[in-house]
């Protein structure tokens, strides 16, 4: 079974600085997509970033890049000067290409002033 | 106006009434799903289409039914409504080409008392 796992139920860090989320995944598929999410109070579900498996660069979207290890299966998103914007509840997800994504379960993320 | 349209934003039932939740698009895609959001248990799949034709169960189908009666317009029921159906349920789409994840729709949160 495709399982996606987020260790950090919850985080905090202060504004202005890094933070990582880290997520794994389980998958027996070669080839796959890589999504971030972000759900702020708003409740509205915003995609971060994207990787595709088959590359191995690591994506970057402004302040959010990751680091994306497949032998390890292991797709952790870091936060550069962190926003009070960025407060969020972030979601790890992928699609083994049946284009049915599957979601972790989550980490709270809060940026402190 | 935004792409993906779920109607109630916010809706409250009595407990083995019958209830409809709908989601419209402009996006043009052929792909909808419906999923429910849960504190600590992410994002689990309920159904999905492929096209007007194409309807599957997804993980935690039971007690729910959908039809798509369009290809914008994907409605999500439960037909006798109870209390651990209580959660927030997201209406998401896609394009049948590419894996570039979903656009959701602002969630409709459901409380069955």
């Known amino acids: 079974a495709q399982t996606v796992t987020q260790s950090q139920p919850e985080m905090s860090v202060q504004e202005a600085e890094t933070v990582t989320l880290s997520c794994t995944y389980d998958t027996s598929e070669s080839n796959y997509y890589l999504f971030w999410y972000k759900q702020p109070p708003s409740r509205q579900m915003i995609l971060v970033i994207r990787q595709e498996a088959y590359k191995q660069q690591n994506a970057t979207e402004n302040r959010f890049s990751v680091n994306f290890q497949k032998a390890a299966k292991s797709f952790s998103l870091k936060i550069s000067d962190s926003q009070l914007g960025d407060t969020a509840m972030y979601f790890c997800?992928?699609?083994?290409?049946?284009?049915?994504?599957?979601f972790g379960k989550g980490t709270r993320l809060h940026i402190l002033p | 106006d935004a792409d993906v349209t779920q109607t109630p934003r916010n809706r409250i039932t009595k407990t083995g009434k019958r209830i409809m939740l709908e989601c419209s698009q402009t996006?043009?895609?052929?792909?909808m799903y419906w999923y429910r959001q849960d504190p600590g248990l992410g994002l689990r799949l309920i159904y999905y289409?492929?096209?007007?034709?194409?309807?599957n169960k997804g993980e935690i189908s039971d007690g729910y039914s959908v039809s798509r009666q369009a290809q914008a317009k994907f409605s999500l029921s439960l037909e006798s409504a109870i209390p651990n159906q209580t959660a927030l349920y997201f209406c998401?789409?896609?394009?049948?080409?590419?894996?570039?994840?979903?656009?959701f729709g602002s969630g409709t949160r459901l409380t069955v008392v």
């Open positions: 996006k043009g895609h052929d792909r």
């Open positions: 998401a789409t896609s394009p049948s080409w590419g894996n570039y994840g979903y656009t």
């Open positions: 997800a992928f699609d083994i290409l049946d284009d049915k994504i599957i």
């Open positions: 289409s492929f096209d007007v034709k194409d309807i």
